[in-house]
């Protein structure tokens, strides 16, 4: 039977930190997904138009 490794630094997994090795991985993963290193992929696109204020041309 295999090892199951640390995601973060690839050490076994010990059960009270499971899928992490110690409490240090647990809080660097969590930092990484609150600082957007990882992003859940969706299928809308991210567009740069500006902060949604719209100025009407005067005709």
Do not use: N
């Not at 997994?13 to 992490?20: L, T």
């Amino acid at each position: 039977m295999a090892t199951k490794a640390c995601p973060i630094c690839k050490r076994p997994v010990v059960v009270a930190h499971a899928p992490f090795c110690s409490d240090r991985c647990r809080k660097v993963d969590l930092h990484r997904w609150m600082s957007e290193v990882y992003a859940v992929p969706t299928a809308e696109q991210v567009t740069d138009e500006g902060d949604g204020d719209r100025v009407d041309e005067e005709s």
